[in-house]
């Protein structure tokens, strides 16, 4: 008789808790659409707010990039004619040497000052590396010893 009720008991528990099972899986099914809808909302907004400020930039963009490129061959040009003008007093390869070296210390200069103007941060010495403490001290567990 046992083995009877046993699988009564247990179909009756399953005609009573099933549908409140199917309710609970249907609502986490809604609340995991919201969020995913709501996640996916965040995401598009993000980009097409991303897309409209790339639109908006483009132009300034291309015009910066276009202003580096000149410059850089403005420079050139310049330490060009440095190098030739130079080699109307030396030779052509001691001019070139002389306004590279000239070049490389004025870009050590700058690496320098740039350098010495860093934010100081503070060095941590690497062999006093403390061990973390709990904040209750040696006894973590208070029925501890």
Do not use: N
């Not at 969020?35 to 897309?51: M, T």
């Not at 004025?106 to 904040?135: C, K, N, Y």
């Amino acid at each position: 008789m046992t083995s009877e009720t046993g699988p009564e008991r247990r179909r009756l528990l399953d005609r009573l808790t099933e549908p409140i099972a199917e309710r609970a899986r249907e609502k986490i099914g809604q609340a995991e659409d919201r969020v995913r809808a709501s996640i996916q909302a965040e995401i598009d907004a993000v980009s097409a707010s991303v897309r409209t400020r790339a639109v908006e930039v483009r132009p300034s963009a291309i015009a910066f990039a276009a202003a580096a490129v000149l410059t850089f061959l403005g420079l050139a040009l310049f330490v060009t004619a440095a190098v030739i003008g130079l080699a109307h007093v030396v030779e052509p390869w001691l001019s070139a040497l002389l306004v590279g070296l000239a070049l490389v210390l004025l870009a050590a200069g700058f690496a320098a000052w740039g350098r010495s103007h860093l934010p100081r941060t503070p060095m941590v010495d690497l062999t006093q590396i403390r061990e973390p403490t709990h904040p209750a001290g040696e006894q973590v567990h208070p029925w501890a010893d």
